[in-house]
């Protein structure tokens, strides 16, 4: 086991259009999504982080976010592999790198912590967490597939590059169902609200 980086990326350039508002707005414990989301990343021990967010919250997002990095898309409808693309291309190739969705802000630190150590011990697998059976959000890429990802032409999704690359999967069970906690609806919401 290396003591290798593992980056995370945290996917939140949509428009929230099925919960009416922006996701990384959003709120949890007197915290926007994207703000706890990268403060329990950073607790974890996970660095480099970048979020992808719509070229109208970039400026919002640095000083919201200090110590992330930003990367801006201008359309709110690009595909979630476009999302991935632009925040790797952000961070760079050589590390493995969580891929984080911003409506799944209820994981655990010690999900996080699990994964990354997970990541460390297989580096050439995708770690995926498993809760009552059922696999989850965030995910861990290895470097390998980064390199893909980057690579790929649009039209792809991460579902096509992940089959096509051969690379095994790792699954690991965790006591955390914010792994299977999609923020989609407003009946999912259970009190958060916008920011």
Request: charged share 20%; net charge negative.
């Given at each position: 086991?290396?003591?290798?980086?593992?980056?995370?990326?945290?996917?939140?350039?949509?428009?929230?259009?099925r919960?009416?508002?922006?996701?990384?707005?959003?709120?949890?414990?007197?915290?926007?999504?994207?703000?706890?989301?990268?403060?329990?990343?950073?607790?974890?021990?996970?660095?480099?982080?970048?979020?992808?967010?719509?070229?109208?919250?970039?400026?919002?997002a640095?000083?919201?976010?200090?110590g992330?990095?930003?990367?801006?898309?201008?359309?709110?409808?690009a595909?979630?592999?476009?999302?991935?693309?632009?925040?790797?291309?952000?961070?760079?190739?050589?590390?493995?790198?969580l891929?984080?969705?911003?409506?799944?802000p209820?994981?655990?630190?010690?999900?996080?912590?699990?994964?990354?150590?997970?990541?460390r011990?297989?580096?050439?697998?995708?770690?995926?967490?498993?809760?009552?059976?059922?696999?989850?959000?965030?995910?861990?890429?290895?470097?390998?597939?980064?390199?893909l990802?980057?690579?790929?032409?649009?039209?792809?999704?991460?579902?096509?590059?992940?089959?096509?690359?051969?690379?095994?999967?790792?699954?690991?069970?965790?006591?955390?169902?914010?792994?299977?906690?999609?923020?989609?609806?407003?009946?999912?919401?259970?009190?958060?609200?916008?920011?």
């Open positions: 086991m290396t003591s290798t980086p593992i980056a995370a990326v945290i996917l939140a350039g949509g428009d929230g259009g919960i009416g508002t922006p996701k990384l707005k959003l709120r949890i414990g007197g915290q926007t999504y994207l703000e706890h989301i990268a403060k329990t990343l950073g607790a974890a021990g996970i660095s480099p982080i970048a979020s992808v967010v719509h070229e109208r919250f970039r400026a919002w640095s000083v919201a976010v200090p992330i990095s930003i990367a801006a898309i201008e359309d709110p409808e595909s979630m592999f476009e999302s991935v693309r632009a925040g790797l291309l952000r961070l760079g190739q050589d590390h493995a790198t891929i984080v969705p911003v409506d799944h209820y994981v655990t630190e010690e999900t996080y912590r699990r994964l990354v150590q997970t990541a011990a297989n580096p050439d697998a995708i770690v995926k967490p498993v809760f009552n059976g059922i696999s989850g959000h965030p995910i861990v890429v290895p470097a390998e597939v980064v390199r990802v980057v690579a790929s032409a649009g039209g792809k999704t991460l579902r096509d590059v992940i089959a096509s690359s051969g690379v095994r999967q790792a699954m690991i069970d965790v006591e955390d169902e914010g792994v299977l906690r999609n923020m989609n609806t407003p009946n999912d919401l259970e009190g958060d609200f916008a920011a």
